[in-house]
């Protein structure tokens, strides 16, 4: 297994993931809102800046400027754990919603 990057402040990094199962990770306009809003969230307590985000229908891009000393991987995983929740909730169904660890 590939060892983890370290993060250090004031770097960008690139963090990327793809559905599970290769589903769609966004079934409707509004989980793309859902996302982008707990992203804008999350970024401003973890003083982390998204510089550019792409959200396709089944994978993620985010580049991610590191100005604290939370680690820019904490984004990501905030944002699609609250995400495959509220998925789980509406969609009736279980698991998570990314196929890996967020790269």
Do not use: W
């Amino acid at each position: 297994m590939p060892r983890r990057p370290d993060y250090c402040a004031d770097r960008i990094y690139h963090s990327y993931n793809r559905s599970a199962q290769r589903l769609p990770l966004f079934r409707e306009p509004d989980d793309y809102v859902f996302v982008l809003r707990r992203m804008k969230d999350h970024a401003a307590t973890l003083h982390l800046g998204v510089i550019a985000y792409c959200l396709l229908p089944n994978h993620y891009h985010f580049l991610i400027r590191q100005d604290g000393h939370d680690p820019a991987s904490v984004l990501p995983q905030r944002v699609f754990n609250s995400y495959s929740k509220a998925c789980n909730r509406r969609y009736e169904h279980s698991g998570p919603c990314s196929r890996d660890r967020t790269k």
